[in-house]
């Protein structure tokens, strides 16, 4: 196993935990020095907070742990492609390098709808590694919204 995949595979461990609150399965792992230093899963709908992403979870957490608001040598590891709020909040924390697990076709804004970790106007641009245990990431969203549809169908069928 590569260190990104071991660290891939202690973000999909947060994405858990964010299906089992029934939220979207997104994990987040912020890894300074070869150390985890911050996890994050998203919480949205539990805290009832728009701001609760994985990737903001774990940035606001890694930040305690630095001392500071940049991460500028610190690698993070998401299961999902970030949107913009997240990779906004990515640039301006100076986080070199992003490890993505699977792409978002629908929100994402490291490359599929845009990129705004490579504006070259902006004065940080971030490093970016794709794929990485991309099937399980992947699969756990997959599965997520698949019950999401069965579990709907079946309160319609039972409120008839």
Same mark, same amino acid.
């Given at each position: 196993?590569? =260190?990104?995949?071991?660290?891939?595979?202690? $973000? #999909?461990? !947060? &994405? +858990?935990?964010?299906?089992k609150?029934n939220?979207v399965p997104?994990?987040?792992?912020?890894?300074?020095?070869?150390?985890?230093i911050?996890?994050?899963?998203?919480?949205?709908?539990?805290?009832?907070?728009?701001?609760?992403?994985?990737?903001?979870?774990?940035?606001?957490?890694?930040?305690?742990?630095?001392?500071?608001?940049?991460?500028e040598?610190?690698?993070?590891?998401?299961?999902? =492609?970030?949107?913009?709020?997240?990779?906004? $909040? #990515?640039? !301006? &924390? +100076?986080?070199?390098?992003?490890?993505?697990?699977?792409?978002?076709?629908?929100?994402?804004?490291?490359?599929?709808?845009?990129?705004?970790?490579?504006?070259?106007?902006?004065?940080?641009?971030?490093?970016?590694?794709?794929?990485?245990?991309?099937?399980?990431?992947?699969?756990?969203?997959?599965?997520?919204?698949?019950?999401l549809?069965?579990?709907?169908?079946?309160?319609?069928?039972?409120?008839?």
């Amino acid at each position: 196993m590569t =260190e990104e995949e071991r660290y891939m595979k202690e $973000a #999909i461990r !947060q &994405a +858990r935990k964010a299906g089992k609150l029934n939220e979207v399965p997104i994990g987040c792992v912020i890894v300074r020095d070869g150390k985890i230093i911050a996890r994050g899963y998203n919480r949205r709908n539990t805290d009832l907070n728009t701001l609760a992403h994985a990737e903001l979870q774990a940035i606001r957490k890694a930040s305690r742990v630095v001392g500071d608001w940049r991460l500028e040598d610190c690698v993070m590891y998401i299961t999902l =492609e970030p949107c913009q709020m997240c990779a906004g $909040a #990515i640039v !301006q &924390a +100076r986080i070199p390098k992003v490890v993505i697990g699977s792409r978002n076709p629908k929100a994402g804004c490291a490359g599929s709808v845009l990129d705004l970790l490579h504006v070259p106007a902006f004065n940080h641009q971030v490093e970016l590694e794709e794929g990485v245990l991309k099937e399980e990431c992947s699969e756990l969203l997959v599965s997520f919204f698949r019950e999401l549809r069965q579990k709907k169908k079946a309160n319609e069928l039972t409120n008839r």
